[in-house]
């Protein structure tokens, strides 16, 4: 059995496959700028086959969607579409987030007139809200 270490191959052209695109983008793991420079300067990446793009997700763990119908794959745009998905995703548990931080701070204010309509002298203002003791 032989055992390939990416990251102890010094020179990835001795591969004429596309493993040598998977060898390149294992090597980099997690590194998301790295990542991003690689798919932006290899023009290779735009056409992959399949098994090697279904080799670069398993290894790299982006949970790419790699079309079924498809024997080449743009790893490239793959990899932009699952940014994307990332960034939608956050900015949807970002809204969740606001939108409850937004309910316990009114709640907190309620509370707050609440309290303050028990205080002596306390006359309420225009529209409901707090107004000044005279």
């Known amino acids: 059995m032989n055992l ?3 990251e102890e191959i010094h020179d990835l052209n001795v591969f004429m496959t596309d493993v040598k695109h998977v060898l390149k983008i294992v090597r980099i793991g997690n590194d998301k700028n790295r990542l991003k420079d690689l798919l932006s300067n290899d023009k290779a990446f735009r056409n992959i086959d399949r098994d090697s793009a279904i080799a670069i997700n398993t290894f790299t763990n982006l949970n790419l969607t790699i079309p079924e119908n498809q024997e080449v794959v743009d790893v490239c745009k793959a990899v932009e579409e699952w940014r ?14 606001g939108r409850a931080e937004g309910r316990a701070e009114g709640r907190a204010e309620g509370r707050a007139v609440r309290t303050c309509r028990g205080t002596r002298g306390w006359t309420p203002g225009r529209r ?7």
């Open 84 to 97: 994307q998905e990332e960034r939608e995703e956050g900015r949807v548990v970002g809204r969740a987030e």
């Open 128 to 134: 409901g809200q707090a107004g000044s003791a005279y």
């Open 4 to 6: 390939v270490v990416p």
